[in-house]
């Protein structure tokens, strides 16, 4: 069973920057990033291998959303810049337990694991 647990978000004025983090037990496994609006369907932000080697990003967060991973301390990364209102949501952390070091996936069906979120608000 893996856990997740982030942490990092937070109230922050358009403009600014947040660094969500996830920390994860041990295993190997891709990660990935997705956030919730109120009303609105789940969506992927940014998903990442579980080497660090190839990543993906939503068109609406190339430029702007950065996620990375540290294996020695199982936690992944998502650096959010230039933050705009619209990006307030619930963000998720998400892994998927995986042969594949250098895959990354992007569906929210292919990941077995979730954390409980944590909510950034973008104020205008």
């Known amino acids: 069973q893996v856990q997740l647990v982030e942490s990092g978000g937070g109230l922050v004025q358009a403009g600014g920057s947040l660094r969500l983090s996830c920390a994860a037990s041990?295993?190997?496994?891709?990660m990935g990033w997705f956030r919730q609006a109120p009303g609105k369907e789940r969506e992927v932000v940014a998903a990442?291998?579980?080497?660090?080697?190839?990543?993906y990003y939503a068109d609406s967060m190339k430029g702007r959303f950065t996620i990375s991973r540290d294996n020695a301390k199982n936690t992944v990364y998502l650096q959010m810049n230039s933050l705009k209102p619209e990006d307030t949501a619930v963000y998720y952390c998400?892994?998927?337990?995986?042969?594949?070091?250098?895959?990354?996936?992007?569906?929210?069906?292919?990941?077995?694991?979730w954390g409980q979120g944590t909510q950034v608000t973008v104020s205008s």
């Open positions: 990442i291998s579980w080497s660090g080697g190839s990543t």
């Open positions: 041990g295993g190997t496994y891709a």
């Open positions: 998400a892994a998927r337990l995986t042969y594949y070091t250098g895959n990354y996936y992007y569906k929210a069906n292919d990941f077995n694991y």
